[in-house]
C-alpha cells in the first residue's frame, strides 16, 4: 500500500461504499419529476425510459461476473464508482427524451455494476475478516438511499439548481471512491484462458443459484406493491392526500434499514432459516393485516412489519450466493441478481393485471402473499440449513 494514501480499514471501506451507492440513487429519485418536466414526456414515455434503466442493470449484471473475475472487485468497482455520480450530473443536465433516455440506460448499467462489485468486495471482506456484515452493508445502502432521498427533497424545495446539487455530489464523491478501492481486499481472478474457456462452455445455472434467484423475485414482487402502488391505493381508494399515501414506502424504507443495520446479530442468535422464516410470515401478514383492516394507519403499519420482516432476505440470498461450492462469487451473485430482476420487471404487470381483473386492493394482498414463497424456498434450498451463531462464523471461516 503506498504510505501517502491514508489506510482506510476494509470494513469502513465497503461500508462507505454501499453508503455512497445508496445517497446517490436516493439523491436521483426526488429530481425526476422536475427532470421529466423539462423534457415534457408523457406517463407512457416516461415507462419506457425507466425500463431502460432496467435494461441497464439487466446487462450490468452480465458483465459485471466477467470484469470482476477477470479484474478483481476493487479494480471493478473503481472502474464504475468514479463515473457514477457524473451520470448523475448528466442527467441533470438532459434537454430531449432521446437524451433522457440514453442517461437513464448508462445509470442502470452503472449502477448495476457498482452493485455487483460492492457486492462481492463485502464477501471477500466477510470471509477475511470471520464476521458477518451483509446485511449490514444492505443497511448502510438504505441508510445512504434515505439521506439522500431526504437532503435532495429539501434541496430541490429551497429551490437550488439541480447542476449544482449533483457536481457538488460528484466533486466529494470521485476522490472519497478513489480513496475507498485502495482499502479494499483483492478477491480471485481468474486467468485470461480459463475465461475463454468458461466463454465456450455456457451451462445453466446450478439448482441453489436458482433458487437464490427465485427468492429475489418474490421479494421483488412484495416489494412492488410498497414502490409503486401503496401511495396510489392509499390516495385514490382511501382518501389520504399524497403525503401521507407516501408514508407507508416511508416507514417500509426505514424499518428496512435497521432491521438490516442489526440483522447479522438476530441471525448469530436466531439462525438464518428461523429468522428467513419467521421474518416472511410476519412481512406477509403485516401487509395482510393492512389490507384486511384498509384504513391508512393499518397500511403504513404493515408495511412497517414487512420492512423488519424482509430486512436480511436479501443480504443473507447474496450471501449464500457467495457460499455456493464450484461457483466464483462474482458469477453466482450476478446470475443471482438476474433472475431475482425479473421480479422487478414482471411486477407491474402482475399488480396491474390482477387488479383490472379484481381490485387495486385484492391485487396487492395476492402478490404480498407471494413473500410466503420464501419460506417454501427456504425449506427446499439445499444450502439453507439452520445456523447458529457458531455455524454462521465456520460458514464464513470456510470460505475464506
Known sequence: MNPRIPHISPRIAIATAFILRGFVQGSWYPRVPGVA????VNSATLGSIFFLFA?????AFMLAAR???????????????????LIVVGLGQVATPLQFAIGMFAFGLCAGIYDISSSVQGAVVER????????ALYGFYSVGALTGSFSSGLLAQAGLPITAQFLGMAVVM????WLLTQSMLPDDIVPAPAMRRMRRLPTLPPKAILLLGLTIVCIALGEETVNNWAALYMKDHLGTTAAVGSWAFTAFSISTATGRL?????????????????GTIFAAAGVGFGMIVNQPWAIILGYTVMGFGLAVVVPVTYRRANAIPGVAPATAVATVASIGF???LIGPLLVGTIADLTSL????????????????????????SSYSAPHVAREIGENA
Open 37 to 40: 418536466d423539462r423534457v415534457e
Open 55 to 59: 435494461l441497464g442493470n439487466i446487462i
Open 67 to 85: 470484469l470482476t473475475l477477470r479484474i478483481g472487485s476493487p479494480r471493478t468497482h473503481l472502474l464504475f464508482s468514479l463515473p457514477f455520480p
Open 128 to 135: 477475511q475478516t470471520h464476521k458477518p456484515i451483509i446485511s
Open 174 to 177: 470521485i476522490p472519497l471512491s
Open 262 to 278: 442489526f440483522g447479522d446479530a438476530v441471525i448469530a442468535r436466531v439462525g438464518t432459516d428461523r429468522t428467513l422464516t419467521i
Open 342 to 344: 425479473c421480479g422487478f
Open 361 to 384: 386492493r385484492v391485487a396487492i394482498f395476492a402478490v404480498a402473499m407471494v413473500l410466503l414463497g420464501i419460506v417454501v424456498l427456504t425449506k427446499v434450498n439445499p444450502s439453507s
